[in-house]
């Protein structure tokens, strides 16, 4: 560890000398540390200081650190403050240190309020602008991968079609039930609640039933499936990136899109429609449920009245928008998985982007659709 180091002030020629000996290493941290604060509390600022380093044994980084602090702390008073005396085997370590962060940062330019609104805009715009490209190239990739498939039918992955078939088709029957069943208990209770102050009970069914199967069915089960599904796809292929074996794919000449991606993609978009169907018959199931317990109504009326309500059109309102958005939320989902970068970090900003521009775009996928099928009397 070497001797004790030490720093003893002594009046000089010009002004005060202080002279270090000893060991100026990390082994002494806690005596440098007092030792040097003990100096910036004594020596005045105002009077010139001369730090004498010919007697030292030994210094370090963390030495050579604490005697340019010790100088930088005094720079701020009239004095100055010179080193003198460094061993030569030294000196370029000492010089380092020196210049290490020797500029001040400089400080923040706050820009008026009007000027930080449209910066904000502009870079929201452009990152707008990003999503879409990478959107578009994601539809491109899948279109011309179809097209492979559909000129070479032999080429086409079965298997992990099926298995994510499986997936997000069959093992998501369960919750999807459940929640759509609670979504037209809630409609219809509300709607016997409030619609009773009138005496129109019958249009409850009404209601439920227009509802469901046009716009609500098909909306809760693709806000499911974007987290559920969406978000399973980019953790996923975002994995697969960052490990590096979407890139061993490429090396072996077999492409992504192929073996990854269209797979996923065909998958959502068989599974989507068939949930919509059994997630809108549970609710109109769960409505008829609260018809018959908390409006009093009997089930034969309740199914007569779904019958004259709920048209065939409709049903094909709904059921039209299905793969429309189940292409939305796997195009997506795979090309957030593909932005994935190297960390965690990454993976979870990703994943998190995927589902929350998911349900945007099927919200406004389902607008757009309500604006069309209002135009064409649907």
């Known amino acids: 560890m070497g001797s004790a180091p030490s720093l003893v002030a002594h009046p000089g020629t010009?002004?005060?000398?202080?002279?270090?000996?000893?060991?100026?290493?990390?082994?002494?941290a806690r005596s440098l540390d007092g030792i040097i604060l003990d100096m910036m509390r004594t020596t005045p600022a105002d009077v010139p200081v001369t730090i004498n380093m010919r007697s030292i044994a030994a210094l370090d980084t963390y030495g050579a650190w604490l005697v340019e602090r010790f100088i930088r702390a005094?720079?701020?008073?009239?004095?100055?403050?010179?080193?003198?005396?460094?061993?030569?085997?030294?000196?370029?370590?000492?010089?380092?240190?020196?210049?290490?962060?020797?500029?001040?940062?400089q400080p923040a330019k706050h820009r008026p309020s009007i000027l930080r609104s449209i910066a904000w805009l502009g870079q929201a715009a452009a990152g707008f602008g990003r999503d879409l490209v990478d959107f578009a190239n994601m539809l491109g990739a899948i279109v011309v991968s179809l097209a492979r498939v559909v000129a070479n039918p032999r080429s086409f992955r079965i298997t992990p079609t099926m298995h994510?078939?499986?997936?997000?088709?069959?093992?998501?029957?369960?919750?999807?039930?459940?929640?759509?069943?609670?979504?037209?208990?809630?409609?219809?209770?509300?709607?016997?609640?409030?619609?009773?102050?009138?005496?129109?009970?019958?249009?409850?069914?009404?209601?439920?039933?227009?509802?469901?199967?046009?716009?609500?069915?098909?909306?809760?089960?693709?806000?499911?499936?974007?987290?559920?599904?969406?978000?399973?796809?980019?953790?996923?292929?975002?994995?697969?990136?960052?490990?590096?074996?979407?890139?061993?794919?490429?090396?072996?000449?077999?492409?992504?899109?192929?073996?990854?991606?269209?797979?996923?993609?065909?998958?959502?978009?068989?599974?989507?429609?068939?949930?919509?169907?059994?997630?809108?018959m549970a609710a109109l199931y769960g409505g008829g449920l609260v018809a018959w317990a908390y409006g009093g109504m009997s089930p034969a009326i309740y199914i007569e009245r779904l019958r004259e309500a709920v048209s065939l059109t409709h049903f094909e309102v709904g059921m039209i928008k299905a793969p429309f958005m189940a292409l939305v939320i796997g195009v997506v989902a795979c090309a957030q998985g593909l932005a994935v970068q190297g960390s965690a970090e990454s993976l979870g900003r990703e994943t998190t982007a995927s589902v929350v521009k998911s349900i945007f775009l099927v919200i406004v996928l389902d607008g757009l659709f309500a604006v069309f099928f209002a135009s064409v009397d649907m």
């Open 74 to 105: 005094r720079e701020s008073g009239s004095g100055s403050t010179r080193l003198d005396g460094l061993p030569e085997r030294y000196r370029a370590l000492y010089e380092e240190i020196s210049t290490t962060e020797r500029d001040a940062p």
């Open 14 to 28: 010009a002004g005060i000398e202080l002279s270090a000996a000893g060991s100026w290493t990390v082994d002494h």
């Open 164 to 280: 994510h078939l499986d997936r997000v088709g069959w093992q998501a029957v369960p919750i999807m039930l459940l929640i759509t069943f609670l979504i037209g208990c809630i409609i219809a209770q509300q709607g016997f609640f409030h619609f009773r102050k009138f005496g129109a009970d019958a249009y409850v069914v009404d209601m439920v039933g227009i509802l469901v199967v046009r716009e609500i069915g098909v909306l809760i089960i693709a806000i499911m499936m974007a987290g559920r599904s969406g978000s399973a796809y980019t953790a996923e292929l975002g994995s697969m990136k960052m490990r590096e074996e979407i890139d061993a794919l490429r090396t072996m000449g077999r492409d992504p899109v192929d073996v990854l991606i269209l797979p996923r993609i065909i998958a959502l978009v068989i599974a989507l429609p068939i949930l919509t169907f059994l997630g809108s």
